[in-house]
């Protein structure tokens, strides 16, 4: 248990759905973030918040949009997806506000996406 | 080509067996990080290291800043160490990260 929860842990959806990822840290963590990990691929940095404002934006596609109402819940709501976005999405937080840090960071269990 | 380079990406040993995972990297780095991906999904993170060796358990990880290279061992191998390895270089940029190296310990 890292002490951050992402739901649901599977969730497969339609192109043309919208659905919501959720993330919650129990750490009293400062920053927060969401990776995307494709098969046999690194993990790739999406998004940041710090201090509940977004300080990285990956070039990510506007298909996927963060939210983060305070600092321990962090959402990625997902619309008109395509197949290849289908990935674990993985949560994780640091106690270190500053990005880039070199803190530890923890993170979540991961939503494994399928997009059909 | 990834800026971190890991090997071997697949690795299985006999329970017992002392393993190393090895992590180049291209670019400076701040500092080295070391996690562990269980089957789930779920990471860990294992280590943090800018200089140095680090040791926890059974576990250790050394790091040589002019030849850019970091690895993790092993000691005393058991199955539940089983699980996918994964380095990553901290820069101003944030982390970059390896494929990771898939790990099985067989009894």
């Known amino acids: 248990e890292t002490g951050v929860t992402q739901t649901p842990r599977h969730l497969v959806m339609g192109m043309t759905n919208k659905k919501s990822l959720k993330c919650e840290q129990h750490?009293?963590?400062?920053?927060m973030y969401w990776y995307k990990q494709s098969a046999k691929k690194p993990l790739e940095l999406m998004f940041v918040?710090?201090?509940?404002?977004?300080?990285e934006n990956n070039s990510v596609p506007s298909r996927f949009s963060p939210e983060c109402p305070n600092s321990s819940h962090l959402f990625l709501h997902l619309h008109t997806l395509q197949p290849e976005d289908s990935a674990l999405y993985l949560c994780?937080?640091?106690?270190?506000?500053?990005?880039?840090?070199?803190?530890?960071?923890?993170f979540g269990s991961g939503t494994q996406l399928s997009v059909l | 080509k990834n800026e971190v380079e890991q090997s071997p990406q697949n690795l299985t040993a006999q329970e017992g067996e002392f393993i190393t995972i090895n992590c180049s990297y291209s670019?400076?780095?701040?500092?080295l990080h070391w996690l562990q991906q269980h089957p789930g999904g779920g990471i860990v993170s294992l280590f943090m290291?800018?200089?140095g060796k680090k040791k926890h358990g059974r576990l250790i990880a050394t790091i040589n800043i002019q030849e850019k290279h970091s690895s993790l061992h092993i000691t005393a191998s058991h199955p539940r160490d089983s699980a996918v390895y994964i380095c990553?270089?901290?820069?101003?940029?944030?982390?970059?990260f390896g494929k990771g190296t898939h790990l099985i310990i067989q009894p």
């Open positions: 918040y710090s201090l509940e404002e977004r300080v």
């Open positions: 670019v400076g780095i701040s500092a």
């Open positions: 750490l009293g963590h400062n920053a």
């Open positions: 994780a937080s640091s106690q270190d506000p500053s990005f880039p840090t070199n803190e530890k960071l923890f």
């Open positions: 290291l800018s200089s």
């Open positions: 990553a270089a901290s820069r101003a940029d944030g982390l970059t």
